[in-house]
């Protein structure tokens, strides 16, 4: 287990497109690579992980991106991105990304980058808010994130261009 000083957490800015991407293309890759096809891989890692969807998604769709390295070393990181208001009226967040290098995996650092993504949405929700996220059904973090509190809201398959869909869960978690 993860000691908890040795995981340090960072907010990344655009000079950290470049670190993301390479931490993409081992985490994603590794997390898809029996659920996805080799096409839609490729065609999901341009779409979400190429320089200019990164540096899109941080100047003007309001993604916050946090790196965990551990003794300096990058070993996952998360995205969290303001959505407008749930159908309750809270404010609404949702939890883009959160990968772990497959050798940090079950660790404590998922967790971890999870948590620091909650208590920076806390903060800047200023009051109750809920967060949600897609999930690939398919994907085997869904007990992960059942075990840190978030439950399946609905399911859908969403149309990502090229022939593509998502196929997911969406889950979410209420955050005082």
Sequence with gaps: MLKEMELTIRAASVDDIGLIGQL???CFRHTYRYILSAEQLEYMMDWMYSAESL?????TEGHVYFIGEVDGEPVGYVSVQPEGTAEDGLPLWHLQKIYVLPERQAGGV???L?????DHVRQMAGGPCRVELNVNRNNKALGFYEHLGMRKLRQGDFDIGNGYFMNDYIMGIEVE
């Design 24 to 26: 993409a293309d081992v």
């Design 55 to 59: 540096r899109r998604q941080m100047t």
């Design 114 to 118: 999870f948590l620091h993504a909650l």
């Design 110 to 112: 998922g967790k971890r």
